[in-house]
């Protein structure tokens, strides 16, 4: 059995922190009602022993309807110039149906659909490109409680890509996500532990050697009503990025 590459798997691992990225959810991580956010992403320094930002990266724009429901996702590259729209359609069960991707010049990119069942629990989603072609598919099956414990990637075609399993300790307060690839023995283990906000505090990256390769830990300040307004990323115990964000309400 041949060894991830150390480069492979951090690539590897963008692409599955941007795709476990949920835009369809109508649940929002804030208290009260929230209207828009702005998160800025910034390197740092170290200042008299005190964490500081250092220069900008880039920033997401959030917004969201009275529901609570994310209805458009923005991103600003470090120039402020736009790169990503995507605007979400809500149905009246204050779920997303479709999320339409726009590139910097304001041109459709891909659409992407999603089905849900007799009880509002995401089942199905589907990414066409502009030619109306299908490039990538995802299958959920969630237990009796509407929870989330798999999902079946499929990628031009009937066999799966990658097959996603869940698992949850509520009193822990701690979430797991077994990576199955395609094609190979190799299986990724994510680990996550959150604090009473539901905000991630640690996340670990696991091989099925047991090696671990990713060592992340955050730490927040909050605002009056418990939201984070500023988020420090560290590596392997290092500070490594700071976020801040800017909330508005209705």
């Not at 299958?139 to 698992?167: A, F, H, Q, V, W």
Request: glycine residues 4%.
């Amino acid at each position: 059995m041949r060894h991830l590459t150390k480069s492979f798997v951090t690539i590897l691992t963008t692409l599955m922190c941007a795709c476990s990225n949920n835009e369809n959810s109508s649940q929002k991580n804030f208290i009260g009602n929230i209207k828009s956010v702005i998160e800025k992403e910034y390197t740092i320094k170290i200042v008299n022993n005190t964490i500081q930002t250092d220069s900008f990266i880039h920033s997401i724009n959030l917004t969201y309807n009275r529901n609570g429901c994310l209805t458009r996702k923005q991103k600003f590259n470090s120039d402020k110039r736009l790169i990503i729209d995507n605007k979400m359609r809500i149905n009246q069960s204050n779920k997303c149906e479709e999320i339409e991707c726009f590139n910097e010049k304001g041109e459709t990119i891909e659409n992407i659909h999603y089905l849900y069942d007799d009880n509002n629990y995401l089942v199905f989603e589907s990414t066409v490109d502009t030619s109306k072609i299908i490039v990538r598919q995802s299958m959920y099956i969630n237990n009796e409680k509407g929870k989330l414990i798999r999902k079946i990637i499929y990628s031009n075609g009937d066999t799966p890509e990658k097959t996603i399993e869940y698992k949850y300790n509520k009193f822990k307060n701690t979430s797991e996500e077994h990576h199955f690839l395609k094609g190979s023995d190799h299986i990724l283990h994510y680990y996550t532990k959150y604090d009473s906000q539901r905000n991630p505090t640690e996340f670990k990256l696991i091989d099925e050697f047991g090696e671990t390769l990713e060592n992340m830990s955050f730490s927040y300040k909050y605002d009056s009503k418990k939201n984070w307004i500023n988020k420090i990323e560290y590596h392997n115990g290092v500070p490594f990025r700071m976020f801040l964000r800017e909330l508005k309400f209705y």
